[in-house]
C-alpha cells in the first residue's frame, strides 16, 4: 500500500527478482500467488525471476561488517529489552531510540 496524502493506492509490481537466498523464497512466492489470477504476461509463475545477485555483493558486505561489528551487539540488547517489555518496536520514540543508538 503506498499512501499519498490522504489517498491510499494499491500498488503491485508486474514482476519481481531476486537471488535465491534464504529471506526471498516467501517474496517469490508471495509475487506470484497475487498476480496469480492477471491476465498479462507476468502473471503467476512469470512474476517472479530469480537470478544471481552480482550487484548486490555491495550492500551484502556492508551488512557482514555490520553483524561483526556492534550489530550483533545492539540487535541483542534491544531483542532483550523487547522480551522485558522495555522496548516497543510499533512505538515511534522507542524505534527512533533504537536507530540514533545502534547506528
Avoid: I
Avoid at 14 to 35: F, H, K, V
Avoid at 46 to 72: K, L
Avoid at 76 to 83: A, Y
Amino acid at each position: 500500500m503506498l499512501t499519498l496524502g490522504c489517498d491510499t493506492v494499491a500498488v503491485l509490481p508486474c514482476r519481481t527478482r531476486s537471488d535465491r537466498g534464504s529471506e526471498n523464497g516467501m517474496l517469490g512466492t508471495a509475487q506470484m500467488l497475487l498476480r496469480a489470477d492477471h491476465s498479462d504476461k507476468f502473471s503467476g509463475k512469470n512474476a517472479h525471476v530469480y537470478g544471481a545477485s552480482t550487484s548486490n555483493q555491495v550492500v551484502e558486505r556492508w551488512w557482514r561488517d555490520y553483524r561483526e561489528g556492534s550489530g550483533e551487539y545492539f540487535r541483542d540488547c534491544f531483542k532483550m529489552l523487547k522480551e522485558k517489555g522495555h522496548y516497543d518496536p510499533c512505538d515511534n520514540t522507542d524505534r527512533r531510540v533504537f536507530k540514533t543508538a545502534s547506528l
